[in-house]
């Protein structure tokens, strides 16, 4: 199983019965932080990730700060290192998601120039990431069709991973949580074939606020990648029953081979409140304990 977003981090694959535990790593927030670890160890989750509070958002005017002082992960990858024995991810945002937040201005005249030199500031961090330990790597892009050909987004994550060498590169795509608004057509299938030749070992995509669409590419595609798939819904105050989520597995079993397929939430669960997000993600364990327990008995 897997968390993608803040708050509640992590991944585990079904062929796989480890235990998970998920951390989030905030300074300004220490007691938050050890909340969260203890949430996340009640849960039974397998690979630990980083909380995301510590990121730089970019201005225009910021770049050259970032270039000096790195994006805020070498903190939360020394706070990991300290505070378990695990596994454990580290993600960032993607250089187009990050150029996005930024207004066009100076001497770049668009955002996908922009976004070139961000690869080369997320590629630094990367470096740094895997020079000091992490193994595995996510970067995180909110789909926005209306600016994204899936070749340029292709060329900049490979870009951002060149020269890293990780156990595993993890691509998550989303559609946007923020304030509950997404930014285009809520399908991958224009990500197809592109995608597929991307150099990321695992695609993280959502499927649940869909009501599970699209579960059907990979088998008709042929994609080669594992799928991190997301299965608890987070633009939903419902609380998923371990039985829903089983569901929601079975039905991604029937196009992907269960060790290709992770389970996930769709993306982060910040914006959930505390009590809520800790039953999605017993749910999640449970319901995928479930589903392991029968593939197990054949």
């Not at 977003?5 to 062929?15: K, Y």
């Not at 300074?27 to 849960?43: F, K, N, Q, R, Y």
């Not at 870009?159 to 795509?173: A, K, L, N, Q, S």
């Not at 009590?275 to 327990?293: D, I, M, N």
Request: charged share 30%.
């Amino acid at each position: 199983m897997t968390v993608v977003g803040e708050h509640a981090h992590l991944p585990a694959r079904l062929d796989r019965a480890e235990p998970v535990e998920v951390l989030e790593d905030r300074d300004d927030e220490p007691l938050a932080s050890h909340l969260s670890v203890g949430d996340h160890i009640d849960t039974r989750k397998l690979l630990i990730a980083d909380g995301g509070g510590d990121r730089i958002v970019l201005g225009l005017g910021d770049v050259h700060r970032a270039e000096a002082a790195g994006l805020g992960t070498l903190k939360e990858l020394d706070y990991l290192r300290q505070a378990t024995t695990r596994p454990f991810k580290i993600t960032l945002p993607g250089p187009l998601t990050l150029a996005t937040q930024i207004t066009k201005g100076g001497p770049y005249r668009n955002r996908v120039e922009i976004a070139a030199d961000l690869a080369t500031l997320i590629n630094r961090e990367l470096r740094a990431l895997a020079a000091g330990g992490a193994r595995n790597l996510q970067l995180d892009d909110v789909y926005q069709s209306f600016i994204m050909d899936p070749k340029h987004l292709v060329e900049l994550y490979d870009r951002c991973f060149e020269g890293v060498t990780v156990e595993r590169r993890f691509w998550h795509i989303c559609f946007g949580t923020l304030e509950g608004f997404g930014f285009g057509e809520r399908t991958y299938r224009p990500l197809f074939p592109a995608i597929s030749s991307a150099s990321a070992d695992q695609l993280v995509f959502e499927f649940a606020n869909r009501e599970m669409a699209e579960t059907e590419l990979w088998r008709e595609l042929d994609c080669p990648k594992e799928l991190g798939a997301g299965v608890l819904d987070l633009k939903n105050f419902y609380v998923e029953s371990p039985e829903l989520v089983a569901r929601r597995i079975r039905r991604l079993l029937e196009s992907v081979p269960a060790e290709r397929l992770w389970i996930n939430p769709d993306c982060g669960l910040a914006r959930l409140p505390r009590h809520l997000a800790f039953a999605k993600l017993q749910a999640l364990v449970t319901g995928t304990q479930k589903v392991r327990a029968e593939l197990c008995r054949g």
